[in-house]
């Protein structure tokens, strides 16, 4: 089993083989109801073939891409469930998910894998980074309302030791990572409050910090450069401001977790960080929903909810914001060498969901998507977007 992430949707997005198939169920955890999830389960892998072979796909073809999964189908598997199962698999992939969200069941075969049903999970549950950082450790995480996973970033250093080390090494060759960054004139900020400030010491302690914080905000840059999920920095109190001034993050949040990092488990950090994004994370949803109204309303041409405008718009790089209804498919193709939009109201053979396709385009092109509520869109449209220009 992997784990959910936005850098595993996108994984999953960016796949190229075709067929794709998806496969969604909602899962029974505990008591008789369990002997359920494998009924469900079967049913769901005999209508896979059917679609397969409305795709003209061989059956023994059929039969060995879907092997991996029908191999899952254990009695042991089957008792160890969350909420919800998701399965991907093509050619070349085999990724499943146990979550603790519920699905509706749903089969997609087509040429790329189904994935709106998820960001229900990751965005509009409050997807968000957290920084632990402390001297002696430094740990980055991806986290929703549900998980908290650790993630590597190249070239992140390890403690404040190994940063000097580094910093050493490329003394001579190149200025200081703060020069280069910010300037000679950045040697005098003044980073956080020590006892006894001001002697020698303890101003070299300082500066020493500041190098370390500015090379892990520079390995974080290459990381989140496209990104716009808030990141949430936990550590002692005094690290915090020494931070802010190295961080070239747009979405850091004012508020740290303060405490010592090293010896805060991961599933405090989830909940500590949950209780600061979740405000947050409902606020700027409405504050973006108010702004689709207004340009609406203003007719500028920066807001649309006509598909046949928004789904080139998301695959060519041009959609900021986005809301789709969860649960609500809307089959078609895209052609973009025409710009064309074709849709219908039951999937033929190689469809995809229209609305998931312009979520996908508009999550890997930097832009933020946000699955609500049917009953939640504005005005009742099938999809909501804020274009770039």
């Not at 794709?20 to 505990?30: D, E, F, G, N, T």
């Not at 029908?70 to 146990?98: C, K, N």
């Not at 074709?342 to 312009?358: G, V």
């Amino acid at each position: 089993m992997n784990l959910l992430s936005i850098d595993e949707l996108k994984t999953l997005a960016e796949n190229s083989q075709s067929p794709c198939i998806s496969l969604y169920m909602p899962m029974q955890k505990a008591g008789p109801e369990i002997r359920q999830n494998a009924i469900r389960f079967k049913n769901l892998i005999r209508e896979a073939e059917e679609r397969l072979d409305t795709m003209a796909i061989r059956h023994t073809q059929a039969q060995n891409l879907l092997q991996p999964a029908m191999e899952l189908d254990t009695s042991e598997f089957w008792e160890h469930q969350d909420h919800g199962l998701a399965i991907f698999i093509s050619p070349q992939v085999f990724r499943y998910y146990q979550l603790p969200m519920e699905f509706s069941e749903l089969v997609v075969v087509s040429d790329r894998f189904h994935l709106k049903p998820l960001l229900h999970m990751l965005n509009n549950d409050g997807s968000f980074y957290v920084l632990a950082l402390s001297q002696n450790d430094v740990k980055f995480f991806e986290g929703t309302r549900y998980s908290l996973n650790q993630i590597e970033v190249e070239n992140m250093p390890k403690s404040l030791n190994e940063a000097l080390l580094e910093d050493e090494i490329q003394k001579g060759v190149q200025h200081r990572i703060g020069t280069s960054r910010r300037g000679a004139g950045n040697a005098s900020l003044h980073p956080g409050t020590f006892h006894g400030q001001g002697s020698p010491d303890r101003d070299k302690r300082q500066e020493d910090i500041l190098q370390f914080c500015y090379a892990v905000d520079k390995a974080l840059h290459e990381k989140l450069r496209q990104q716009k999920a808030p990141l949430v920095l936990a550590g002692v109190e005094y690290i915090f401001p020494i931070y802010q001034q190295a961080n070239t993050y747009n979405h850091l949040v004012e508020e740290p977790l303060t405490g010592n990092a090293e010896f805060i488990k991961p599933e405090e950090l989830q909940e500590q960080a949950w209780q600061i994004i979740e405000p947050l994370f409902h606020q700027n949803q409405k504050q973006i929903m108010e702004l689709y109204q207004q340009l609406v309303g203003e007719g500028t041409g920066k807001a649309s909810s006509n598909l046949k405008e928004i789904i080139p718009a998301a695959y060519y790089q041009r959609v900021d914001y986005l809301f789709v209804p969860v649960g609500e498919q809307i089959w078609g193709k895209f052609y973009p060498e025409t710009m064309a939009v074709d849709s219908h109201p039951e999937p033929e053979p190689e469809d995809y969901d229209l609305l998931d396709f312009a979520a996908i385009h508009t999550l890997l092109n930097g832009g933020e998507v946000y699955a609500v509520e049917p009953e939640k869109m504005p005005n009742g449209v099938s999809a909501a977007a804020i274009f770039r220009f």
